[in-house]
T-cell receptor, first 114, second 106 residues
């Protein structure tokens, strides 16, 4: 059983650019969620995808968008990058909503915007 | 939107003693409450959960208590071990607290 894998592990981008982060869900999981974790803070919910449809979104602007593919892998796209977008981006998968067994998280992508 | 709060950023305990990590929430509609553990350079890993219809759940050295009237839950680790040193996050649904860094001293 493979866990959640994210790529790349680190990334440096310039303000105003666009970035795409990728995630492969754990085998058998059909739900993927993306989180932003700034330094010293807890993970902030960006959005969740279930069977290729967005079914929940946190307080993030529309320049944060995503996709889930038929194999349940996912992408997070961020347009017009701002300095405050610098953070650890975590992908998490689950089978359905994260009930009593929670999510399986990837190790994250560290994004630095300069 | 701070529906889940962890007000203690850090906690230090001696090996063998009890660690108590606290969490408060505002939404009475949460079905489950979860605790995750996070080591540096890794994603959070699920530790233990409790259903909103229960007041206690135990798994080995880890016990979570839920006080619905106070909208408060706590994670007890007994006995604490140096390997327990990590950041612990309380979560409900898709919401996470800010985390508490636990340090267990040998």
């Amino acid at each position: 059983e493979t866990g959640v894998t994210q790529s790349p592990t680190h990334l440096i981008k310039t303000r105003g650019q666009q970035v795409t982060l990728r995630c492969s869900s754990q085998s058998g999981h059909n739900t993927v969620s993306w989180y932003q974790q700034a330094l010293g803070q807890g993970p902030q919910f960006i959005f969740q995808y279930y069977r290729e449809e967005e079914n929940g979104r946190g307080n993030f602007p529309p320049r944060f968008s995503g996709l889930q593919f038929p194999n349940y892998s996912s992408e997070l796209n961020v347009n017009a990058l701002e300095l405050d977008d610098s953070a650890l981006y975590l992908c998490a998968s689950s089978f359905g909503l994260p009930g009593p067994y929670g999510y399986t998280f990837g190790s994250g992508t560290r994004l630095t915007v300069v | 939107d701070q529906q889940v709060k962890q007000n203690s950023p850090s906690l230090s305990v001696q090996e063998g003693r009890i660690s108590i990590l606290n969490c408060d929430y505002t939404n009475s509609m949460f079905d489950y409450f979860l605790w995750y553990k996070k080591y540096p350079a890794e994603g959070p890993t699920f530790l233990i959960s409790i259903s909103s219809i229960k007041d206690k759940n135990e798994d080995g050295r880890f016990t979570v208590f839920l006080n619905k009237s106070a909208k408060h839950l706590s994670l007890h680790i007994v006995p604490s071990q140096p390997g327990d040193s990590a950041v612990y996050f309380c979560a409900a649904s898709v919401r996470f607290g800010a985390g508490t860094r636990l340090t267990v001293k040998p």
